[in-house]
């Protein structure tokens, strides 16, 4: 015979967000909580459970870290990266090679002479916040991105002794100077989509000489 872990009257886990509108004492059901943690933990058998994405991808396999001859251990989540203003758009950073601490001044630059020629020629109306926001939310969700590597190692400081950085690599280990690591270009998302296939990260020479030919399957960076 089957035995519950929940006395009759209290709701399982599934049910618990509804708890507090159908019964009336919620506290015992609370204590089980620990008790289905503990069961849980019997059925894997001691085994950890790995975080899965939507695709059913590790999400830990996104994460990334700087390590070796540095001050601080560095961990790098790509995830959130599509938020940072210091992104840069692949698709036109290396043929302009843009600096990467004008870009905004190049971006405001670039939405002033479209909404200006657009203007005069009669096509819209000058354009509102509310437009301004939806086109850059769009070129969010659309866009090929990057993001400089400097700051990143920067944050790390490398031990005065470090002369080199290796970017580890399921395809193989790539090893740089220290001076051509602080021009990396890290590209973590292709037409709005993190790079989930052989990403999380593709490493790109500052000179965009290997542009066409990325490091990928990158697993990690070690200052040496």
Not at 46 to 64: E, N, Q, T, Y
Not at 119 to 138: A, C, N, Y
Request: charged share 25%.
């Amino acid at each position: 015979m089957r035995t519950s872990l929940y006395p009759a009257g209290c709701p399982s886990l599934l049910s618990f967000p509804f708890m507090f509108s159908v019964h009336s004492s919620p506290f015992p059901c609370i204590l089980l909580l620990g008790a289905h943690a503990v069961a849980a933990a019997r059925l894997s058998k001691g085994k950890p459970r790995k975080a899965f994405g939507a695709d059913g991808k590790g999400v830990l396999s996104m994460i990334l870290q700087i390590k070796g001859k540095v001050k601080f251990t560095i961990t790098l989540d790509p995830g959130v990266w599509i938020f940072d203003d210091r992104r840069v758009d692949l698709l036109t950073y290396f043929d302009k090679n843009e600096p990467i601490f004008s870009k905004e001044e190049e971006e405001e630059k670039k939405t002033a002479k479209y909404w200006e020629r657009e203007i005069q020629e009669g096509s819209v109306s000058p354009p509102t916040l509310k437009t301004e926001r939806k086109f850059e939310k769009m070129k969010v969700l659309t866009g090929t991105f990057g993001i400089p590597f400097r700051p990143f190692l920067n944050n790390a400081e490398p031990l005065p002794e470090a002369k080199a950085v290796t970017v580890q690599s399921k395809d193989g280990d790539v090893t740089v100077s220290l001076d051509q690591a602080m021009e990396f270009i890290l590209g973590f998302s292709k037409e709005g989509k993190p790079l989930r296939e052989d990403g999380p990260v593709h490493v790109y020479f500052g000179d965009g000489s290997n542009r066409d030919r990325p490091i990928k399957n990158v697993t990690g960076f070690i200052v040496e």
